[in-house]
């Protein structure tokens, strides 16, 4: 058995169902390996991007991590945007980059670069293995440093002989580690602190959709507190029968204005707001001067474990009453076309238990109200800012829900970072819509220019913000990936694009023209 | 003046004349700033790796520095895989990237993220300006890094509030730094050990296209020492009247067959030969053991001045004979789709002085031989090895020789990693001509899965190296970007699409169906 096969094997041992790769020639052995276990599911995806977007939103669904198969220090670079947005969303993922074979890395070939040094700007965990004995552990390691903390990125680095040279075998699973708790004295603390006047509870991570977020609303109503959201979550449960949370917002002034009369914030697996940019004169914290922030629990902590103590500390049990939000869809609209409109129609149309997501950017005004009391579903955000996630978070998502509808809303811009996605979607045949809302350019950059106190905009500033002279045509862009596609001019085109691809096996993209 | 002001005019002081740029919220003031100038010519990329390729492009063919402007630390890593090929290229680039405002930078923000630890990992220099008086300065000496020791890429960091708060003004120029010379001594041992048996003269950077390349073809011509090239030239001048150099081979027996009766190695200007990958069994330098290798001058030192001296050592002179190719055109070929007639195709009508951009990968081995004895033109390969080179290459060097033809050719595996290079062909009407090779795979995989000793192909391996079902359809993704297209089934339809491309203004894309 030689090293790569022994890490198969042991990635099999371990639980891991799913590998998204893009691998090259350093590679070889270990792909020689998958071959042998069909098993684990490779999913080809042609760019490196979609391979790292894709296993971050396959962790949002399945709570489990993926792994990523790429190749060299340039394949970790294209990897790099979507594990940025990965590692914000709490996502664990296991990065195996390929590698030189150690007694070539001694030379210049033109593949050399230093992928330790590039992993350790952004996982949590990065180890390069020495030889084929110690793959097998190295790779239980990583797996294990994965899942530890509520999900970490681990990148492990596989020298080419690593793979190729004769090993010892398989390696049992090893556990993740156990999760720091906060003292107790402090949860208590918390609890009186939650019945005070303006206090809040900001939760994040997996109470926003599974069955903590009942327990967190229940708190929240037992003391008076607010229970808010942040303004990007990893995956946030909505519609009929979810958890009303507030959340935060994108603008300095409007975050401001959510949390004005909070005195007491209470973080219970959430990080403290912060505005997502600064600008000249505003300030960066979205709290009122004097607000007192109470960090009980950490994302990487044990928040099932907080939520439990603090709702015995409150007398709080499942029979308390909950609030949650009821069924109330829009009619189905009609007319000329208006995002309003779009916004109502996907209301209406988005069937049970969809997974929504959601780089829809400047459009997200008009998508998410409508949305909040459609049939029940799930909304992945795009944590990290980078553009780029979409599509790929979409793929993995599908992968990891094959039973579930996904539909996908990204403007035009952010969508061609990545648009590589749907020729995955096509060739998994996954059940994604992909809406694009072609608005020609970064119209969040003309508003944020705006912001910086430019009004006259001349041709270099126009040039640099505007995706137009010649327009993208999204029909074309996705039939040339594999994936049918309608363009909808109307509200009513769009109705019947949305039901038709709603009701087909497959992918397909609705290219939205918007208004400028 | 504020910050971005001052280091805009500091730049234009500075003779940057082009930024492939895409922006984002903290560049704002900087695209304000160059909004007011528009002399400095700003090229928008929609991908970042199309900025960085561009750069590249750009530089090898005027030998002068672009910049791009990236957006915070994921922008930085689209951008990677590009910068490790402009670096292996010894091309220099100004990277500068917007930042959080200093003071933000202390909350955890969704963009943040470690720029400069990034860069570090693949930038020659690397800077965070502090404030927005340092800004200018600091914009000098980046520029001089870039252009130092025959081109470098630096980075520089900008906060958004260096870009907005009050600055001093613009800086003059700084010099690069003086380029190192070996010792005397060491060149005139080097002009005796030219003429011993068995010698080797291995040659790259401008000295394969400028007028340092017949003055290395006199002294081996003169000496009786082989003038070698490396396998992948950053820009090589090919066709008639050019330079005759051997070239080293991607394959470690062919590589090795090279070089099998070179005893001394004299580098100009060139690394050590280095096998492309390491595979078991096989060593990782082509040369026989026992061959000397006598590292004379790096390509990072004075190569123009250690010609110089070689050639009086040895009494050379422009007066000295000098062997160049002739021209000499294949007929033009017809029939069925053949590799090699799509080669003599490109061969008979490659027009003077074109500039050919190769990621073919497998194919080239049908389309530079017959090219050989070309008009004359330049070559440019994928000097890292990392994927995606092409198209955002051909962008930038078009744009640096607007009265050139531009011919990309590239397999269709590769052309997917940042396609978006062929909107802003569209966008800036570039002349560039992209001959996609649909092999519908990663084929080079194929032979290298065979070389490590899996013979036998099962599903996991089959569906990670073919990108087929579905096909990509190059003709609508070229489209949907903008730029017309054809499709090519036989050479006499190649033939005609070729000529048609190359009459009309503004780009064009061909897809050549391959045999499998």
Redesign the interface.
Known sequence: MNGAQSLVQTLLRGGLKVCF?N????E??F??A?????E?R?V?C??E?GATGAADGYYRMTGDIAATLLH????L??G??N???AR?AGSGLLTIVGE??T??L??????K??IA??S???AHWTHVSPDATAVAGDGARAMAAARSCNGQLATLVLP??TA?QEAQGPTDPLPALPLIRPELARIEAAAHTLRLPGAALLVDGPTLHGALGPLAARIAKKTGARLIAPY?ASRIRRGAGAVAFERLAYGVDDNAAVVKDVRHMVLVGA??P?????Y?GKP??PEAPGTAVHDLCSRSMDVAYTLGVLAECLGVTEDDPLDSLPLALPELPTGPMNLSGIGQALAHLLPENAIVVDESITMARFLMPPTQHARAHDWLHT??????FGLPNAVGAAIACPDRQVVVLTGD?SA??T??AL?TM??EQLQVVTIVFANRGYQ??RG??A????TE?????V???D?D??????????????VPASRATDVDSFVAALRAALDQAGPHLIEVVCPA
Chains 1, 2 share one sequence.
């Open positions: 790769a691998p090259g020639t350093s070889m052995h792909v020689g998958l071959d042998a276990h069909p684990l490779c080809l042609l760019f991007g060299l220090a340039p394949g670079g294209n790099f945007a594990l940025h947005t914000k030189h074979a007694h070539h001694v030379h210049e070939s033109p593949l670069g230093d040094a590039l350790r700007t952004i080419a002989n190729w990007l990080q403290r912060t505005n997502f940019f600064a000249p960066s914290l944590t990290g800012g980078a553009i780029g811009g061609m970072y648009l590589q020729w096509a060739r969040i950059l944020e220019l912001n910086v106190g430019v905009v001349g041709r270099n500033a040039r640099m913000l995706v002279g010649p327009a993208l045509d999204w029909v074309k862009l996705s039939e040339g990936h594999g």
